[in-house]
């Protein structure tokens, strides 16, 4: 009989201890905290699914050269298939991806595909159905490593390019996102590590670097701040190992701005004018005309 007794004693004070800690009121702080995360992951997911409906999966068949360890390397070139990324740039179906994924390209062809952004069981459907164009280049810049291509189609989704000021800060928020080893619609986040990063200092390019994972096959997809603006194109990695080592670099907007509009009507960029300008310290600096100040103002310090 105690026994029982000293059993049910010990199931009321748990029964009592639970509805005390479920009472308990949860401190500000915690409400607060928790609030900021479901409203920054919320702007995140909002603006991801937003910029995947503008990127594609480009797949590129044409000749290269082998890969040195390939065991039959002493053919000069071989047929090749490649896959990329590249972002929709115009409604009207002008694509901009990144030189070397459509170089020396037979054919190209675009895949768009609509995008899973939330799994609820039974209700989640993941049979989508893709619409694949044949793409035709329009012109190329191997300097930038920039490339602009087209589908035949209209109202599509896109990432404007404005004609507005550009800013990036150091240590924002971005996304990337691409189709790494054909994987469709990946979205990987990380900060902006550098701005006017120049790894090669004998040539005038500059990049936004970025500890965003980037992988084979997210090359010319977009790299975008949290408002979905685009931050610039995803080209090339550092790495010892073939894969993201957060050593990412993307062409800056304006480059990719001018190179798209240069490319959109005259079929590539044209030859830029260097025009010696005097300064009041006596000494001569280049003027770039017409190229983007990031461009023309970069400089090995």
Excluded at 91 to 117: D, E, F, K, S, W
Excluded at 230 to 250: D, M, P, R, V
Excluded at 254 to 271: D, L, M, N, Q, T
């Amino acid at each position: 009989m105690n026994t029982r007794l000293s059993y049910t004693f010990l199931f009321v004070c748990a029964c009592s201890t639970a509805v005390y800690c479920q009472e308990q009121p949860v401190p500000p702080a915690a409400h607060a905290s928790s609030s900021v995360l479901q409203e920054f992951d919320h702007a995140i997911d909002e603006v991801a699914e937003k910029a995947m409906r503008s990127v594609v999966e480009i797949d590129v068949t044409g000749y290269g050269v082998p890969e040195q360890d390939e065991s039959n390397s002493s053919q000069l070139l071989q047929r090749q298939r490649s896959l990329g990324s590249g972002v929709i740039v115009d409604p009207n179906g002008y694509i901009v991806t990144n030189n070397h994924v459509v170089a020396g390209a037979l054919r190209i062809r675009v895949t768009l595909a609509p995008t899973t952004v939330e799994m609820v069981p039974y209700h989640t459907s993941l049979a989508h159905r893709q619409r694949v164009y044949e793409a035709k280049p329009i012109g190329t810049n191997r300097a930038a490593d920039l490339a602009v291509i087209k589908i035949e189609e209209k109202g599509l989704p896109f990432i404007p390019l404005p004609d507005e000021r550009f800013r990036v800060r150091l240590g924002q928020t971005v996304l990337a996102i691409g189709a790494p080893e054909g994987l469709d619609h990946t979205v990987t986040k990380g900060i902006v590590s550098a701005v006017g990063r120049q790894p090669d200092l004998d040539r005038p390019m500059v990049y936004v670097q970025t500890d965003a994972p980037i992988n084979p096959g997210n090359s010319g997809g977009p790299l975008v701040d949290r408002d979905g603006n685009l931050i610039g194109i995803n080209t090339f990695i550092y790495t010892s190992g073939g894969g993201s080592e957060g050593l990412g670099f993307a062409v800056p907007e304006p480059i990719v701005r001018f190179a798209y509009k240069e490319i959109k009507e005259h079929g590539s960029v044209r030859p830029i004018t260097i025009v010696p300008t005097p300064r009041p310290s006596h000494r001569i600096l280049p003027k770039v005309s017409g190229f983007p100040r990031i461009l023309a103002s970069s400089s090995p310090t």
